[in-house]
C-alpha cells in the first residue's frame, strides 16, 4: 500500500506554552518509561544487596529516563505515517501536527545524547553505554529494521526494552553478572506475549497500516497458541534468577505462583478486543510484581538467616526444573513458527534466523548457570 501523505504543520495552529510543552512530553511515551523504570530499581537493589546510594538511583532514573524518552520521541519521527493511519496514535503529536518531525527528531536526539552524558557523568560508562546502545537498538533494529518487515518484530525488537534491568544493574557494581542477564531475559520474553495482546485488540489498525504483526500475518488463533507458549518460557526463565545466587525461595515462591497466574491467564486468552486488554493489563502487573518480589526478597535474606531463605541445595533442582520448561516451549514456539503455513522459502528461512537468535542466547545463558 501507498504510504499515506504526511500532514505539514501550519505554524499559526502550533501550540503555544504550556500545551506545546505537554505534546513534547507526549513524544517521550511517559507510560512506557514508567515501566522500563519499575526494572531498574529493583535490579539494583538486588545488585547492592539492599537499598543503594539514593543519589545513585534518581541519577541512574533520571539517566534511563532521558534515554527511553528519546527513543521514542525518534521512534514517533519514523513512524508518523504508521501513526496517522491508525486510530489509536492518530492524535500523537506528530499525526495531528502539533510538532514539526524535525523539532520532534532534534528533541530526540537531545535526549538521547543528554542521557548518556548524565549516565556516564553521575553513575558509570557501562551504564551509559547500555542505555544508549538500548536507544540505538530500539530505533535501528525494531523501528527501522524489522517493525514494517518481520512478524517476528516484537520478539528480536523486545530486548531494547529488556535494557533498563542491564542498566541498574551496571550502574551500582560497573559490570554485568549472571542475574542480570536473567532479569534481562524475563523482560525480553514477557514482551511478546505483552504486545501480541495489544496488536490482537488492534488487529485492524496494524493491517491498515501495513504492519506485520503475528495477528495480521498469521492469524488470532495462531498468535493465542504463541502468547501460551512464550508464557511457559517465561516461567522458567524466571526461575532461572534463583539459581544465580541472587534471590532465596520467597522470590522463588512468588515466581512459580505470579508465573502460574499469567499462565492461566493466557490460557484462557479468546481473540475478543476486552479480553486481550485485560490480559494485557494484567502482564504489566506480573511484570512490576515480579521485579518487586526480587526487591522484596533480598530485604528479607539480607535481614535474616541467609542460608535459611536461600538454600543453596534447591538451585540445582530449580535449574533442572527451568532447563526443562523452557527447552519444551522453545521447541513447541520455534516449530510453530517454522511450520506456520503461507511463507515462501525465502521467509522460512528468515523466520529460522529470526527464531534462532533468542533460542541460542537463552542456550547459553542456561549453560552458563550450569557451569557455573
Known sequence: MSAPEVRVVDPRAVPSGRRRLGAYIELTKPRIIELLLVTTVPAMIVAARGWPDTWLVVATLVGGALSAGGANAINNVVDRDIDEVMHRTRGRPLPSARIEPSAALAFGISLGVAGFGWLWATANLPAAALSTGG???????????????????IV?????????????WAAVTGSLAAPAWVMFAIVFFWTPPHFWALALRYKDDYAAAGVPMLPVVAGT???????????????????LL??????????????????????AAGHKLGGDGGEAMRFFGLSNVYLASMFALMALDVVIVEAGDGGRFSP???QRPVLVVASVVIAAGL???AGRELSAPDRSNVNRVRAAFEVLLPVAATAFLVAWLWTG
Open 221 to 239: 488463533p495462531f498468535t493465542l497458541a504463541q502468547i501460551e507458549t512464550f508464557g511457559v518460557v517465561l516461567f522458567g526463565v524466571s526461575l
Open 242 to 263: 534463583y539459581p544465580t545466587g541472587a534471590v532465596g525461595v520467597v522470590y522463588l515462591a512468588g515466581a512459580v505462583v505470579l508465573g502460574g497466574w499469567l499462565l
Open 135 to 153: 536507544l540505538l537498538f530500539y530505533v535501528v533494529v525494531y523501528t527501522l529494521g524489522l517493525k514494517r518487515t518481520s512478524p517476528q518484530n
Open 156 to 168: 528480536i525488537g523486545g530486548a531494547a526494552g529488556s535494557v533498563p534491568a542491564l542498566v541498574g
Open 331 to 333: 521447541i513447541v514456539t
Open 312 to 314: 543453596e541445595w534447591l
